[in-house]
């Protein structure tokens, strides 16, 4: 116990901070936060596989967890990029409980766990985090019948667009001239996986974006040069 990780200042507000949970009642937050298992992970480490043993519900205190599935056929598909404040996974409320996805980290991350007994014990002394519960899964699964419109009815441009508006806010870090660097480093193939297309498709889109001087590139990162115009890009302008 004595060797297990600290939560930095900054970690602890990011999970403190999260809108979902900044929401709990103070002595439910508090007792969560006890129980709190803190691991720092390596860039590109597995967190936990798909298929394992779920005994803890997990939150992202710094960094990017990416939460990535694996088709009967081999194919990886990322689904999407947790950011510092967000719990990921399912509640492990039942012994026999396995996990639904995979979860790598994308870059240096710190990740917080809450085992699935202390989960129970919390359940039981706080009858309203059940609710609570609740309320994350219908907004996680507003989240996905939202993707789903979006592939069936958005092109890939706008698609594309709304990814990165959505990463850029989750991860942008402000320059000079009202340009937003997006600090989360994404090779073409992650953002494919994401849009479900091919990688030459996502290819064409990001050079389009550049020539019409809405995005650049800045030594392996993604710089949004015109926030304004990518809006509308998203929009379907």
Known sequence: MGDEPLLMADERAAIGGGRWFAALPPALRHDILRVLRVRRHAAGERIFAQGEAATAWMACAAGAVRVSSTTPGGRVLTLTFVRPGRWFGDPPLGAADVRSHDAWAQGPTTTVSVARGDLLQVLERHPAFALALVELQRLRLQQAFGLVEELASLGL??????????LMRG???????????????????????????????????????????????????????????????????
């Open 157 to 166: 441009r706008a698609r594309l667009a709304r990814q990165l508006l959505h």
């Open 171 to 237: 991860y942008g870090e402000r320059c000079r001239g009202g340009e937003v660097r997006i600090a989360l480093r994404l090779r073409q193939h992650l953002l494919a996986e994401l849009l479900g297309c091919s990688r030459q498709r996502v290819n064409e889109q990001l050079r389009e974006l550049a020539a019409d001087q809405v995005i650049r590139k800045e030594k392996g990162w993604l710089v949004v040069r015109n926030p304004v115009r990518l809006a509308g890009f998203a929009a379907g302008e």
